[in-house]
């Protein structure tokens, strides 16, 4: 499954628990590929759709113990003198300030004895904790409770975890957990991937990279040799150093973050891309400012001109952009719908979309009818 369509599903899942229908889901693949991302991404979203407070509450059960699953055991004396063990809150639990809430589509901090009337307690690398604290667990899955503790309605549960080919510590699967929640392998999508670097203004040159070598960054292997390597999210980590750094220094960096060949092959692309005119440029005369030729060259000019356009540029934009071939016209116009969907608003822009109906329709942004 692509990671927006399990995006959709985790949002499917909370409308079903609005309802008081739970499904636990499970999301499976290799490292970097957005599985905990997309939780707090359907929470913000499911925000708007619900017109309530979503809460999101990450729980990371490879950094803690059995005792953290169920909370502590603390000895009371009964009035008769005998003893028994209650138990703590677990630390799961909505109510603390260790979770967030999405009001709204805006994500923030949750402040303490705040609940929110639906939410997702996202067990974080599941796999990679040891057995004895997933076994506490599994009966979150199924009941949504651990011993004394457990969610409010409204309230689901969700994991993500490695694979075992992916050498992250994961343990092997124990069959009485399996039985308890939808298991969903995550596949790397470049398409999935590019709408959302889009949406979060991640640094178009890293977009035209993965469109460029989708390869180096979407790879379904972690590499046999250790040390780092490029994943999305390496990528993205590395892409915030450009141009902070000078050129020499940022090399060295992103061999320690997304390994000597990717490295290579990611400074590489930005030289080309110094050589590409300026948006000002592009902007002041879109006619005659020079097209590039290589592929390379026009995904990054591409990019870059999805990441800045706007109302009052994007007539100029995408004069400049129809003198590329159809594909980064395509692109482009997906880019820039994706970051800035108002600039339709533009009397002058929504006149050339007009004039240009059928590359509206080839970037599946309006209907046949449309």
Same mark, same amino acid.
């Given at each position: ?12 899942? +909370?409308?079903?628990? /609005?309802?008081?229908?739970? $499904?636990?889901?499970?999301? $499976? ?11 707090? =991404? ?9 017109? =309530? ?18 909370? *502590? #055991? ?40 705040? $609940? ?37 309605? #409204? ?19 124990? /069959? ?13 999508? +470049? ?7 889009? @949406? =979060? ?6 977009? /035209? *990279?993965?469109? %460029? @070598?989708?390869?180096?960054? !979407?790879?379904? %292997? ?20 450009? #141009? ?5 220094? !940022? ?14 092959? !990611?400074?590489? *692309? ?38 800045? $356009?706007?109302?009052? %540029? ?11 071939? @159809?594909? *980064? ?29 059928? +590359?509206?329709?080839? /970037?599946?942004?309006?209907? @046949?009818?449309?």
């Amino acid at each position: 499954m692509k990671i927006n369509e399990a995006k959709n599903l985790l949002k499917t899942n +909370l409308r079903l628990a /609005a309802k008081g229908i739970y $499904v636990s889901t499970e999301l $499976v693949s290799g490292p970097g590929l957005g599985k905990s991302s997309i939780n707090e =991404q359907a929470a913000a979203e499911m925000s708007i759709e619900l017109g =309530q407070p979503v809460g999101y509450i990450p729980f990371f059960l490879s950094t803690v113990e059995p005792p953290d699953v169920r909370g *502590f #055991g603390i000895p009371e004396k009964l009035p008769g003198g005998e003893r028994r063990m209650v138990y703590t809150k677990a630390p799961w639990m909505p109510g603390g300030d260790n979770g967030f809430i999405a009001e709204g589509g805006q994500v923030r901090r949750a402040k303490a004895g705040e $609940v929110a009337p639906f939410g997702i307690v996202n067990l974080d690398e599941f796999r990679q904790a040891g057995l004895d604290t997933q076994k506490p667990a599994a009966e979150l899955f199924l009941n949504r409770r651990v011993g004394e503790s457990f969610l409010p309605d #409204g309230w689901m549960v969700t994991a993500c975890s490695n694979r075992e080919s992916d050498r992250s510590g994961v343990q092997r699967e124990l /069959a009485f957990i399996t039985n308890r929640r939808m298991v969903i392998k995550i596949e790397p999508n +470049l398409d999935a991937w590019v709408t959302w670097a889009e @949406k =979060q203004a991640v640094h178009p040159l890293a977009i /035209a *990279f993965a469109r %460029t @070598k989708p390869g180096t960054v !979407f790879a379904d %292997t972690v590499p046999e040799k250790p040390g780092p390597f490029c994943t999305p999210r390496s990528l993205v980590m590395c892409s915030q150093l450009i #141009g902070e750094l000078d050129m020499g220094t !940022f090399t060295e960096c992103a061999v320690g973050l997304i390994g000597e060949g990717a490295a290579g092959e !990611f400074v590489a *692309f930005l030289r080309v891309a110094e050589q590409l005119p300026k948006f000002e440029d592009i902007v002041k005369d879109p006619k005659n400012v020079p097209v590039p030729t290589r592929p390379d060259a026009s995904y990054a000019a591409m990019q870059m001109i999805a990441h800045r $356009v706007d109302e009052k %540029t994007a007539v100029a934009a995408f004069t400049y952009l129809s003198r590329m071939q @159809k594909e *980064f016209q395509v692109a482009g116009l997906r880019g820039t719908f994706n970051r800035v969907p108002n600039v339709v608003r533009s009397p002058e822009f929504a006149s050339w979309l007009r004039d240009n109906k059928s +590359l509206v329709m080839a /970037a599946n942004l309006i209907g @046949k009818k449309g």
